[in-house]
């Protein structure tokens, strides 16, 4: 789960904590410089904003627990642009990558950043899969696309508890319950275990008012541990 800054404080040595102050300023600097910048921030052929070379540095200074909550106070700070946030993706480690997509609800990007969501469930880095479902995908993901990040989980053994708006999104979706049912009789057919998670999501399939998903309280955002 990530952490605040309030929390990160709470938590780092001093030298920890006097890192992340100069990379939040940074952040803070470049975020206020790209917006007096018509185009905004445009690196081609000169080295990235100082605040990205942190990005990457988060775990040596902050420690690999803190890595996904520093890293995704870093591009909140720098309001993080779909360039850098792209270039972080792509460049990025596993864990790096997974940062970006941990805090894509949080940038102010639309549905613009789907593309790199779009890759992470192509993989099968549970990780990146576990990421990739959260509340951006939620928001902005097609229903077709959808769908199968959802089967993606069964596939993968993500926990389908990581499926950010399940019971929201699956209610009464037909199509979703027709992939569901035809993935299980494959494996059945298979003489392979269906996946528990698969029957919890089928049962929110069901149209019926009494399966209709309770509303969900808004929850603080809040910066995770893991790397």
């Known amino acids: 789960m990530l952490k605040t800054r309030k929390e990160l404080d709470a938590e780092l040595d001093a030298p920890a904590r006097a890192w992340l102050d100069t990379a939040l300023t940074e952040a803070a600097h470049q975020a206020t410089a790209d917006e007096a910048a018509a185009d905004g921030p445009d690196t081609d052929g000169t080295a990235p904003p100082s605040w990205e070379l942190r990005f990457a540095a988060a775990g040596r200074h902050c420690g690999q627990r803190h890595a996904d909550s520093v890293r995704s106070l870093l591009l909140i700070e720098a309001r993080a642009p779909l360039p850098s946030v792209t270039r972080l993706y792509e460049q990025g480690t596993a864990a790096e990558r997974r940062a970006v997509l941990l805090t894509l609800d949080r940038l102010a990007l639309g ?23 959260g509340p951006y995908a939620a928001a902005h993901l097609p229903p077709h696309a959808w769908r199968h990040a959802v089967l993606k989980c069964l596939f993968t053994g993500v926990p389908v508890d990581a499926v ?7 209610h009464g979706d037909a199509e979703l319950a027709r992939m569901l049912a035809d993935f299980a009789a494959e494996r059945t057919a298979a003489g392979r275990e269906v996946p528990p998670g698969l029957r ?28």
Do not use: F, Y
């Not at 549905?111 to 479902?133: F, G, W």
């Not at 955002?221 to 893991?226: I, L, Q």
């Open 200 to 227: 919890t999501v089928l049962a929110l399939t069901d149209p019926a008012p009494e399966h209709a998903p309770a509303p969900e309280r808004a929850t603080p955002a809040a910066p995770t541990e893991e790397s």
């Open 111 to 133: 549905a613009t950043a789907l593309p790199l969501v779009e890759d992470a469930l192509r993989t099968n880095d549970t990780r990146l899969v576990a990421a990739a479902v």
């Open 164 to 170: 950010s708006r399940l019971g929201e999104r699956a």
